[in-house]
């Protein structure tokens, strides 16, 4: 899945999702590297869940890496990013939930 997104200075970056490996790349229009940011599930207690090991429990999303470029901070990419593979993977980020409890 791939989105433009408009940043609030203007500028557009691209986000690439994976959903085999729960990232997205982030690019400029022209192709150049702008970030990545890679998830984890975890369990209600913050635990990692294994996708090879389905135990039925719940799981949220939970950032576990990122790296943006500095020139691009501020513009609200994290916070799309996050809403971007919730909503493809209909699973809440871990603040989400926390927020919601």
């Not at 790296?67 to 603040?95: C, F, K, Y």
């Amino acid at each position: 899945m791939k989105e433009t997104y408009k940043c609030p200075d203007g500028r557009t970056a691209l986000l690439g999702f994976d959903e085999d490996t729960l990232g997205v790349a982030v690019t400029a229009p022209n192709g150049s590297f702008i970030g990545r940011f890679v998830f984890e599930l975890i369990d209600v207690h913050g635990e990692p869940i294994s996708l090879l090991e389905d135990g039925g429990q719940s799981a949220l999303l939970r950032l576990a890496t990122a790296a943006l470029d500095e020139a691009w901070s501020g513009q609200g990419i994290a916070e799309r990013v996050t809403q971007l593979l919730s909503d493809a993977t209909h699973l809440p980020a871990a603040g989400d939930a926390k927020r919601n409890q």
